[in-house]
């Protein structure tokens, strides 16, 4: 079960290491509880909880990393083109790949 305050304490500490949360998919409750410091996020009611961040990149595309929300903490990362016509379908993809990981793990 995903709640607020470690999501809150998730976004504090990639914030803290410079990224943007830029994307959220939590359960509506969550969403509802975080309120206000989404402004400017993508936000998606879902029932599995994760948020994108992104950061700028030294050199080359911006690093996105996909963290899952829940327990045990888990995260991808990717390298992706926000210019790309197919940058909505890698992002589906990534995320289609972590409930795989999710799913596995919880059934091992």
């Given at each position: 079960?995903?709640?607020?305050?470690?999501?809150?304490?998730?976004?504090?500490?990639?914030?803290?290491?410079?990224?943007?949360l830029?994307?959220?998919?939590?359960?509506?409750?969550?969403?509802?509880?975080?309120?206000?410091?989404?402004?400017?996020?993508?936000?998606?009611?879902?029932d599995?909880?994760?948020?994108?961040?992104?950061?700028?990149?030294?050199?080359?595309?911006?690093?996105?990393?996909?963290?899952?929300?829940?327990?045990?903490?888990?995260a991808?990362?990717?390298?992706?083109?926000?210019?790309?016509?197919?940058?909505?379908?890698?992002?589906?993809?990534?995320?289609?790949r972590?409930?795989?990981?999710?799913?596995?793990?919880?059934?091992?």
């Amino acid at each position: 079960m995903i709640t607020a305050e470690p999501v809150r304490e998730t976004i504090k500490l990639y914030q803290k290491h410079g990224w943007v949360l830029r994307r959220i998919n939590a359960p509506s409750g969550v969403i509802n509880e975080l309120g206000e410091g989404l402004e400017g996020v993508l936000i998606s009611e879902s029932d599995f909880g994760c948020a994108w961040f992104s950061r700028p990149p030294a050199r080359g595309e911006i690093a996105w990393e996909l963290r899952y929300l829940g327990e045990p903490p888990y995260a991808l990362v990717e390298h992706i083109d926000e210019n790309s016509p197919e940058f909505g379908s890698q992002l589906r993809a990534v995320e289609g790949r972590l409930r795989e990981i999710i799913a596995a793990r919880r059934t091992a």
